[in-house]
């Protein structure tokens, strides 16, 4: 296991809505990087946060939103859900700069949306 | 854009025979190339990783080759096993800057008891 962990497991929702996803990142690591994983498909890189603030961001709209706290640990928020959204949310914690570049990932979270 | 190519989607062998996954990379400023296993419900697994000032880097059963003159990189399981079936996605990053990851499509690998 990665030390990385994501709640929650699974998630519905209807188009529209709002969601928060939660990540904690493996012990001593700084960074949280956030990945969309359609079914099928390899993951898409959304932001990176680096001691609380974004350190980078993939081409997502501004609904999809994130926070990182002094532990860490971080929010993905999505706003307006809309079908396309419906994926395996991933989320990785790193170290740059120590061990590389290497990023361990969570389980994900399966966000539905109906 | 930044675009990494991964081929084949699907790949069935035989126990015991070798698999070989291959990738091209786009963005010539990439300079880490890790490999990811993916299994069902899970998120992927970091299996082997090579630098830009490395040709090959060998684990065991998995190596992995780069060639940047050509932006390719490979995947090479040997003596596989049925627990090696999984997809698995190559992935290119520049270490400076955001640290963010182009992954490939995924390759299936089924390996045939």
């Known amino acids: 296991e990665t030390g990385v962990t994501q709640s929650p497991t699974h998630l519905i929702k209807t188009r529209g809505q709002q969601v928060t996803l939660r990540c904690s990142s493996q012990?001593?690591?700084?960074?949280v990087s956030w990945y969309q994983q359609a079914l099928g498909q390899g993951p898409q890189f959304i932001f990176q946060?680096?001691?609380?603030?974004?350190?980078g961001r993939g081409n997502f709209p501004p609904r999809f939103s994130g926070l990182q706290f002094p532990n860490y640990s971080s929010e993905l928020n999505v706003n307006a859900l809309e079908l396309d959204d419906s994926a395996l949310y991933l989320c990785a914690s790193s170290r740059p700069g120590q061990a590389g570049n290497e990023q361990f990932f969570g389980p994900g979270t399966r966000l539905t949306v109906l | 854009g930044e675009n990494v190519e991964q081929h084949p989607s699907t790949l069935s062998v035989q126990e015991g025979d070798s698999a070989v996954i291959k990738c091209t990379y786009s963005d010539s400023a990439s300079n880490y190339f890790p490999w990811y296993k993916q299994e069902l419900g899970k998120g992927p697994q970091l299996i082997i990783d090579i630098r830009s000032n490395v040709g090959e880097k060998k684990d065991q059963r998995i190596a992995v080759t780069l060639n940047k003159t050509a932006k390719h990189f490979s995947l090479h399981i040997t003596e596989t096993q049925p627990e090696d079936s999984a997809v698995y996605f190559c992935?290119?990053?520049?270490?400076?800057?955001?640290?963010?990851?182009?992954f490939g499509t995924g390759t299936r690998l089924k390996v045939l008891a």
């Open positions: 946060y680096y001691r609380e603030e974004e350190n």
């Open positions: 012990s001593g690591h700084n960074t």
């Open positions: 992935a290119a990053s520049i270490t400076s800057g955001t640290y963010k990851y182009i």
